[in-house]
């Protein structure tokens, strides 16, 4: 059978080259690679590490404090842990960024394998973790904390504790995500982590992952008294400093039961200016004359409060209806009525 409009139908013209992209192409997960490049030598960083780990005997460490009962076939407990240890050091973020690294002669050869197995091996590993290997890992950083000072005669009888919560944001229905304090992603769900740094050697002492929800007194007194036991033995004065959102009895405890010499940050409120001039010595303390009472302005409120006047309740008046007086203080009402007030 002939086809007529196969040989009736005209072929189109050639077009033209497309115009020229400005703008570059996006790299995604489907954007080939190669590797063309020199692999690691062996002063890149991961030698002495791998030398120093052994030297401190991490892998007898590790062995010794983690319990995993999942049986692993790519690799052993310990080669999973040395390889995300080794990852973190080189620059990776992600599990993901391992396939880069994947058949890399200097990682291979330290972890003793052919090639690395792919992500979701690494990731079927860290399911099957319990949670109470997330206590034993700060253990192990403990034991080493104290092996890699007395390597490096590192000898400090005072150190300074930062505490902070930092900001997550998720994107994402995430158990325990809650909107709160959100400065870059206002609106969105976010995770709120208690962190603890040494602010001499700027090394991580103790942490926990928090939802999105302010911490608690009781959850910030759990906090510091973990990160005391996590400080070396040697340590015998300790400083600390914290910000408003740490600013509670629990934490004022807990630093005064271990003799904590700490400096909180806290909101200037109207009972606590209160108090503050009710100190002896205090500058807020300032004598004011008979009939007439004191004056607080507090900043979340936005009231003007008085002391023990009657109308100490009162709000701070509008603009518009605010006068040229340039008195502050309150005086009480007269019991008697005057000439200018009527009866009721």
Known sequence: ??????????????????????????????????????????????????????????????????????????????????????????????????????????????????????????????????????????????????????????ELKAVTLDTDTTVHTLFGNQMGGRKGYNPKNKGKKSYQPIL????????????ELHNGDRPTGPEIGRHLKRVFEALPAEVETILARADSGFYCGDAVTAYAGRGVQFIISARKTARLVEELKRLPGSPLRVPMPTGSASLIISRKAGEKRVGSSPCATKRRPSRQRRTSRSSTSCSTRPSTPTASSSPT
């Open 1 to 154: 059978m002939i086809n007529r409009k196969k040989n009736t139908d005209k072929t189109p013209v050639k077009q033209g080259a497309e115009a020229v992209i400005l703008e570059p192409n996006k790299i995604g997960a489907s954007t080939p690679y190669d590797f063309e490049a020199k692999n690691l030598t062996a002063y890149g960083g991961l030698l002495p590490v791998a030398t120093m780990l052994e030297r401190l005997g991490f892998q007898q460490l590790v062995e010794e404090t983690l319990t995993v009962k999942r049986l692993t076939r790519a690799m052993s407990m310990y080669q999973f842990v040395l390889a995300m240890v080794l990852a973190a050091y080189v620059g990776f973020s992600r599990l993901y960024h391992l396939r880069f690294v994947a058949r890399e002669p200097m990682l291979t050869g330290i972890l003793q394998v052919l090639r690395l197995p792919p992500q979701c091996t690494f990731w079927r590993f860290l399911a099957s973790l319990h949670l109470g290997v997330a206590a034993q890992l700060l253990k192990v950083q403990q034991r080493m904390r104290e092996r890699v000072w007395e390597a490096a005669h590192v």
């Open 196 to 207: 603890t740094f040494l602010a001499e050697t700027r090394e991580y002492i103790s942490g």
